[in-house]
């Protein structure tokens, strides 16, 4: 099964991808003593960062591109230590610090508190992010990007089990070492060795979701904080509040894409209605709006396993972030899982002396399959949650976690223990068993799990702000 050569080892790590993840893959690698190509379907270089790239930079192939965006406490205590020059080129950019616990005001937080600085971020938005990596990768000598280079085969050798050495771009065979899998929600790679029987095992779930979303520049250039959590539910919907560069912000209203009384929310006077009635009021007032609604649907959490019952279905290629796992985007999850691959990819590499593929698949297990796990329990009990409320009817579950994560999300926003065991967890820092289990923290969360009351507008209150204004005659 072992079909690692002295040559394959020569050859260059490639890198399907140049979004987030497949960049931060790369650098990684190489920083390690790598030779990578990043091989990228969209054409045409990146622009300078900062609002060059978000006005300019067009990303066919990533459909969130221009969509809101959250880089958790967990990616960026990742790129601190294995990227150092990223924050601060982000912040050159614009980016602005930011802390995901404070984003709430003292009220909540009862202030700085030591500790609160692992809640530590940067506001970015994604094109201007990606801008920067891409910078970044241009000044390191062993990663090549070509872009306009569109995968559409694998150069396979074949046996019971097939090893991948290569990728076709046309006519074009790159040969490779290891082929990274960083493509995306919509990798065409399952496709490719579907045609040779070396699929992956796919499982898709539906994750249910519309995002409304809309952008904002705030009047005074400064980065909104003290208003409000990053994402806050209310019964048949979610808002996520977003701050980025330059003084910019997100707002971005989820909903079921079921949910046909909320369909309506594509009107930006709709939109502004239901808007003033969640935790996004505070922050629209601060701000003006750079855009009309954009809406986002048909999003699904999808898992891609390689290694079934210990047994690869195929060697020479390893899938990471979105190609591997693409989970619910209202978390903000992505980019930090693809991280937390990222190095597990690269430590395997230090180590392997044949193919990595059950290698790596062993570490996914152990440091990434808990934050996913933990990730899709969340989405379901949610998704769930909300079409019991647009029902007008209490969620019934006989999971008590989810009894203690929804008096956690109602304590958090009164008791600072409560607010900073809930920011942990949102910030991919702590797993909810973990955070859930201090002693502190229990107590405090006791009165909560008696108290069932949701807070925020009622479902009648949305339908009614929902509906077609009466037309005055």
């Known amino acids: 099964m072992d079909h690692h050569t002295d040559q394959d080892s020569r050859r260059p790590v490639v890198v399907i991808g140049s979004g987030l993840t497949g960049l931060t893959t790369a650098l990684l690698l190489a920083r390690a003593g790598r030779r990578v190509t990043v091989l990228e379907r969209d054409a045409g270089a990146p622009p300078g960062p900062g609002e060059d790239a978000w006005a300019g930079w067009l990303r066919p192939g990533v459909n969130q591109f221009r969509h809101p965006h959250l880089m958790l406490p967990r990616w ?121 029987g070396a699929a992956p095992v796919e499982l898709h779930e539906p994750a249910g979701l519309v995002y409304w979303s809309r952008h904002f520049r705030t009047r005074d250039g400064r980065t909104p904080s003290g208003l409000g959590a990053a994402l806050t539910h209310h019964g048949s919907l979610s808002a996520l509040t977003l701050p980025g560069d330059d003084g910019t912000f997100s707002v ?19 939109w502004d209605r239901v808007a003033a009635h969640t935790a996004a009021a505070p922050w629209i007032d601060r701000g003006e709006p750079t855009s ?3 809406p986002i649907a048909g999003i699904e959490d999808v898992s ?7 047994i ?64 899709t329990w969340f989405d379901r009990h949610r998704l769930a949650e909300m079409g019991a409320a647009a029902r007008g009817e209490p969620y019934r579950t006989d999971d008590i976690g989810w009894a203690m994560s929804g008096a956690l999300r109602r304590g958090a926003a009164v008791d600072p223990v409560l607010a900073r065991a809930s920011s942990r967890i949102g910030g991919l820092l702590a797993l909810p068993p973990d955070a859930l289990a201090d002693p502190a923290t229990g107590r405090r969360l006791e009165p909560w799990l008696a108290d069932r009351l949701s807070s925020g507008p009622s479902r009648a209150d949305l339908v009614a702000a929902a509906s077609p204004a009466p037309v005055r005659t």
């Open 292 to 294: 009309d609604v954009v």
């Open 304 to 310: 891609r396993r390689y290694v079934v019952d210990g």
């Open 312 to 375: 690869p279905v195929v060697t020479g290629l390893v899938a990471v972030g979105d190609s591997a796992v693409a989970t619910n985007p209202s978390l903000g999850r992505g980019a930090s899982l693809g991280a937390l691959q990222a190095v597990a990819l690269r430590d395997v590499l230090a180590g392997a002396t044949g193919d990595v593929v059950a290698a790596f698949a062993a570490a996914w297990t152990d440091r990434v399959q808990p934050w996913v796990d933990a990730t």
């Open 76 to 196: 960026y205590r990742t790129v601190c230590d294995e990227l150092p020059e990223l924050p601060a080129m982000l912040l050159e950019a614009g980016g602005r610090p930011m802390n995901l616990l404070h984003l709430q005001g003292t009220a909540v937080t009862h202030g700085w508190q030591p500790g609160d600085e692992e809640l530590d971020t940067v506001a970015v938005r994604r094109p201007v992010l990606e801008a920067c990596l891409a910078r970044l990768a241009e000044s390191e000598p062993r990663v090549t990007v070509r872009r306009g280079s569109r995968v559409d085969g694998l150069v396979l050798d074949g046996g019971e089990v097939p090893h991948v050495r290569g990728l076709r771009l046309g006519d074009e065979a790159v040969m490779a070492g290891l082929v990274v899998d960083c493509a995306g929600r919509r990798t065409p790679v399952p496709g490719l060795l579907t045609t040779v």
């Open 252 to 270: 971005a209203l989820a909903t079921r894409a079921d949910d046909a009384q909320l369909r309506s929310l594509r009107h930006v006077a709709v």
